[in-house]
């Protein structure tokens, strides 16, 4: 056994595309890192911003979000949405310091199993080089880590 | 100023508008009158210092209901008006809007389309400071950024001044009020203090006014504005004038990025 770092991934993909084209990858027995917790969504258009955050909050490394490619939404225009959504949300981060490396966003269709096995592999190997996101982990966890600033901390005495 | 305190008098005795929201004598700055008889509004004053955001009080149930009003608008508080019409929050025939015209002379825009006529002739006030911030913060190092963030949010107490100044934080359920799921963790943390923010920049993409009302609201003096400012320039540059005030509500099949592999 090494210590080596085991990035934690989470993955937000719509049930259409990259959902099924994860399917395909099991199903064609491409191995791939395990890394990754998929979660499904109906749609990317679905994919709440809010999400990513709150996966850096509680312990992600980084974040995959995946969907149909454009103009092959199930529901028409989800992705197109998602799309302009995640253009301007992750400018924002970025302007904020926040680390965008660790947000992946792809387009995998169905027919896409070894593209996903890719994609994933290609995230784990590059968060693993970035290291865990303590960052963030540490702004969110409220006092926790904090303890040695919160021993300094005087009461006011009037 | 007589010539805006006689007009008012006289929409109020014909009974045109029920209540005028203008800007009265302040310590320093002109600060809100809401005149609602002749008396109220001979303390009306409107010139060139009078630049905070009055359409707040349109959408405010409290304050404008289903009255008729009358407003005294600045600059921002003209594009406000014409983002709340573009979103239904308010009735045209409701409201009499009064501008000053470059010259500082009164002006009455009649309907939304010589709001917007008399937008595109005057010139943006100076938003210097607030690019020449942004630049300033684009420069520096990714974790640098962060540190300058962390460490101005971290002083937030979550008063959430910044959404009561806003004219476009109209919602009666704001995202940080709803607890299933609870998105924005209620008390003020760094991150949770971040998160408010981001949903709240996220909220107005595109329909931000760039007043900078959030930040001169800021009771600490939190530079919250910039981030709006900062998001105007984005949507301005990646999707140029949002047609209608729209941003993320719409799509084009040809929006370009360079990070979806």
Known sequence: ?158 | MIELQNRVKSLLADKEIDLFIGYGQGTRLPRPLLAGTAEEASGLVFDGACTGNLAVYLTRKEVAGSKKVGIAASYFALRSIVQLLAEHQLREERLRVFALAPGGTLKELAGLAEVERHLAETPVPSLQVEDDWVKEIDAMPPKERWGYWLGELSKCFKCYACRAACPMCYCTKCIVEVNRPQWVQPWAAAASNMEWQINRVMHLAGRCSDCGACGAACPLGLPVHILSHKMVEIVAQRFGTPEGGNALSTFKPDDKENFIG
């Open chain 1, 1 to 158: 056994m090494d210590n080596e770092f085991e990035p934690k991934l989470l993955a937000f993909v719509c049930n259409w595309c990259t959902y099924a084209g994860a399917d395909l990858t099991g199903t064609s027995r491409i191995k791939y890192a395990s890394n990754v917790k998929i979660v499904r969504f109906p749609c990317t258009g679905r994919i709440d911003f809010m999400l990513v955050l709150k996966a850096f909050a509680n312990g992600a490394d980084g974040v995959i979000v995946s969907g149909c490619h454009p103009n092959d939404c199930h529901y028409t225009s989800g992705n197109f949405h998602a799309r302009r959504r995640w253009m301007l949300f992750r400018e924002l981060l970025d302007f904020m310091g926040i680390d965008v490396r660790r947000i992946r966003f792809s387009w995998v269709s169905a027919a896409e199993g070894a593209k996903w096995a890719d994609v994933v592999n290609s995230t784990v190997a590059a968060i693993r080089e970035l290291g865990p996101y303590t960052d963030y982990q540490k702004a969110a966890s409220y006092l926790a880590g904090n303890e040695d600033v919160l021993l300094n901390e005087k009461e006011v005495t009037l």
